[in-house]
């Protein structure tokens, strides 16, 4: 929600609350608390269901500190909300506003759908003018605030699945302890119930019901309840799919283990090209850049649609190409018009989003489609090309000549 002058005037000119934050610079500490003000203003434990504000280039006492408000400032304010380190990412809007005859750079942070909202794996929350980590009741209290009917598809819950239907011990061996920092953990007092909602892997603590999250992430077989939740590969010899198949295989199981053995299966098939020709020494690439495989396949693991169909993610290599077929169109933000365009990102599944994160699948948010193109063109292959609609997305990756 774009605020007025008048609000912002208003938030301003009031003492720091727990919707307000002033910061003279964008330097020293300053990018670690603005990220921690803007988790807690995600959060929004006072339940205001209004925006919280981060004023940048202002004084404690609400003047303004003379900051010159470039376009770099504003890119880098506004990579807080791709660079992965807040999770779900945050719906923030950063802007260049004159107020009081001022330039200052505005942060408006919405209240989160689904809290809570953690920066680097620690849930922070705003009580008054100050900040801080949330308690065990702090988190209670956002769990229980998520309301169904708004809950992304990603954590709702799945009626038929039970706790047992849950890899219990992968959770605490593997995925607890990338997610809570160690501290945090060390101190932690949940029960297992709790530890599970709290990560939203169950709807809630006392009624342990696995969510589509956690059946993804933890299922001992997701296909019993995602029946689509699988990579369908395909190795033709030829150009079309009527030609003879090489190699084929289901790929399936938890998203980790689904992602590191299409890994291994696109760099069995990835051979290198040595060119003796081109210069004098020899040079050696493959058909396709690695960076680029990996990061259209996850892509297609994060952003396909789980809900309401069947279909699994396709990739077909070709001996000319490789096509990733994503059930699922562009959500969002992102339309059939302007899909790929840079800085532009939204979620159909948020939480399977921070689950990437926390597995060392995704590094970093909206980034896919430039590591790509970038990874493409250094190869020596032609630029990546998109086929949009509003049910699928096919990704075309040509062979380096």
Request: a neutral charge; charged letters at 25%.
């Amino acid at each position: 929600m774009r605020l007025s002058d008048a609000e912002l005037a208003a938030l301003l000119a009031a003492p720091e609350s727990d919707r307000v934050e002033r910061k003279e610079s964008f330097k020293g500490d300053a990018p670690n608390t603005v990220r921690e003000a803007v988790c807690a203003f995600a959060n929004d434990l006072p339940g205001h269901g209004a925006s919280g504000v981060v004023f940048v280039g202002v004084r404690d006492d609400g003047t303004a500190a003379g900051l010159d408000v470039t376009d770099e400032l504003l890119r880098t304010l506004s990579d807080i909300k791709t660079d992965g380190n807040i999770v779900p990412p945050p719906a923030l809007v950063v802007e260049r506003r004159v107020l009081r005859g001022e330039e200052l750079a505005v942060i408006t942070v919405n209240p989160a759908d689904a809290p809570p909202v953690r920066y680097r794996g620690r849930i922070w929350v705003r009580v008054g003018p100050r900040r801080r980590l949330a308690t065990a009741q702090d988190e209670r209290i956002l769990n229980e605030r998520r309301r169904h009917r708004d809950r992304p598809f990603d954590i709702q819950p799945v009626s038929q699945a039970a706790l047992s239907d849950l890899d219990l011990p992968r959770f605490e061996r593997d995925y607890l302890p990338v997610a809570v920092p160690p501290d945090v953990l060390a101190a932690n007092t949940r029960t297992p119930e709790e530890r599970l909602a709290a990560l939203k892997m169950v709807s809630s603590f006392d009624a342990p019901v696995p969510t589509v999250l956690g059946v993804l992430v933890l299922g001992k077989d997701p296909r019993a309840f995602l029946p689509g939740a699988y990579v369908q590969f395909l190795r033709v010899q030829g150009t079309s799919l009527a030609d003879p198949i090489l190699d084929e295989q289901l790929i399936g199981g938890p998203l980790l283990d689904t992602a590191r053995a299409l890994d291994e299966k696109l760099t069995a098939h990835n051979r290198i090209a040595v060119d003796f020709t081109s210069a004098q020494t020899e040079s050696r690439h493959p058909l396709y850049p690695p960076a680029a495989l990996q990061q259209v396949t996850r892509n297609a693991l994060l952003h396909r649609s789980y809900e309401g169909t069947h279909a699994p993610v396709r990739v077909s290599w070709f001996d000319d190409r490789i096509e990733i077929s994503s059930p699922g169109g562009p959500f969002g933000a992102v339309t059939v018009d302007n899909f790929g365009q840079p800085h532009l990102a939204d979620y159909r599944n948020p939480n399977v989003a921070e689950a990437m994160r926390v597995l060392g699948l995704v590094q970093k948010f909206g980034a896919g489609i430039a590591i790509t193109r970038a990874a493409l063109r250094d190869n020596g292959n032609p630029a990546p090309e998109f086929t949009v609609s509003p049910s699928h997305v096919l990704v075309t990756l040509r062979c380096a000549p």
